[in-house]
């Protein structure tokens, strides 16, 4: 099945992918031959140096974060309509180091125009995303609220949805918005 793009204004969607972000995206990136995608819950769209951004905040020993520190290049998919919600479930408790997760889910992955990185036909509304900068969180500006409940250090990282490592904030470029139909 072919899937058609049909283009968007980004901020045109803003109500839609701000109020999924809490429940779930998926953040997609490719490495080589190499695609993973993973399930988030904490980003920020907006204009940052006068241009349409997506943040992204990776915990800094995700197998996701290693692929995109290579390729600098993501998409954001995020659920337009009816999903199926184990896609996200899926995504963000195991690691592509481990299992091709599109493979294991039998998701369409769609070329992207601008990256690399494709589209997710099952989560078709799609940011195409360049990376422009990145910053590891400063431990020591968090308020130690925060980082006992989100940063416990004596939880191990290696898997997902453990707690121990900090977070990349990766300030993505939007150059292509669009909803596979």
């Known amino acids: 099945m072919r899937s058609m793009k049909r283009e968007i204004q980004v901020f045109d969607y803003a109500k839609e992918i701000v109020s999924a972000i809490p429940r779930g995206v998926l ?7 190499t695609v993973d995608s993973m399930t988030i819950g904490w980003g920020t769209l907006g204009v940052d140096w006068s241009m349409p951004v997506f943040i992204a905040f990776i915990r ?23 999903f199926d919600r184990k896609i996200l479930g899926y995504c ?7 299992v091709d997760k599109a493979a294991a889910l039998g998701l369409t992955l769609v070329p992207g125009e601008l990256v690399g990185a494709p589209a997710i036909r099952e989560l078709p509304l ?6 422009l900068y990145r910053q590891l969180q400063d431990r ?17 990282s290696s898997q997902p949805m453990e707690n121990r490592d900090y977070h990349v904030a990766y300030y993505g470029q939007i150059v292509k918005a669009y909803i596979l139909e």
């Open 27 to 33: 953040l997609t990136t490719k490495s080589g031959e």
């Open 140 to 156: 020591a500006e968090i308020p130690a609220s925060i980082r006992s409940r989100m940063y416990p250090e004596d939880v191990d």
């Open 126 to 131: 799609t940011l195409e995303c360049k990376v």
């Open 92 to 98: 963000g408790s195991h690691s592509g180091r481990d």
């Open 60 to 82: 800094e020993g995700r197998y996701t974060r290693e692929l995109l520190d290579a390729s600098r290049e993501f998409t954001v998919n995020v659920p337009c309509g009816p």
